[in-house]
C-alpha cells in the first residue's frame, strides 16, 4: 500500500513558475512509473506528464510540451513537477499517479490533489 501527497500548489501569475511535489507514504518498495494528471472544474481529467521509474522516458501532453518538466528522485520516493510559463488555462487541481509501468498509467493509486490557480 502506497500513499502519495502532493504539495506546491497555489496561485501564481501568468507567466510564472510553480514546482509541485508528490510523495509517495508507505510501502514504496519496488518500481513504479508515475505520472500527473489536472482537472478544472467542469472539465475531464486530463494527462499533463509522465515518467519512468529509471526517469529516462519521460511524456508530455502537447499542452505542457516546453513549458512543464518532470523527474523524479527514487531515493526520496517523490515526482516533480516544474510548471514554467503557466498559463490561466493551467489553472486545475493537480493529480499524480503511481502505476507498474509507462503503458499502465493511469494506474489504481492516486494522490488527493494539489490546486494550482494561474492569474491573468
Known amino acids: 500500500q502506497v500513499q502519495l501527497v502532493e504539495s506546491g500548489g497555489g496561485l501564481v501569475q501568468a507567466g510564472g513558475s510553480l514546482r509541485l511535489s508528490c510523495a509517495a507514504f508507505g510501502r514504496t518498495s519496488g518500481s513504479y512509473a508515475m505520472g500527473w494528471y489536472r482537472q478544472a472544474p467542469g472539465k475531464e481529467r486530463e494527462f499533463v506528464a509522465s515518467i519512468s521509474w529509471s526517469g529516462i522516458r519521460t511524456v508530455y501532453a502537447d499542452s505542457v510540451k516546453g513549458r512543464f518538466t518532470i523527474s523524479r528522485d527514487n531515493a526520496k520516493n517523490t515526482v516533480y513537477l516544474q510548471m514554467n510559463s503557466l498559463k490561466p488555462e493551467d489553472t486545475a487541481i493537480y493529480i499524480c499517479?503511481?502505476?507498474?509501468?509507462?503503458?499502465?498509467?493511469?494506474?489504481?493509486?492516486w494522490g488527493q490533489g494539489t490546486q494550482v490557480t494561474v492569474s491573468s
Open positions: 499517479n503511481a502505476a507498474p509501468d509507462l503503458g499502465r498509467l493511469p494506474g489504481d493509486t
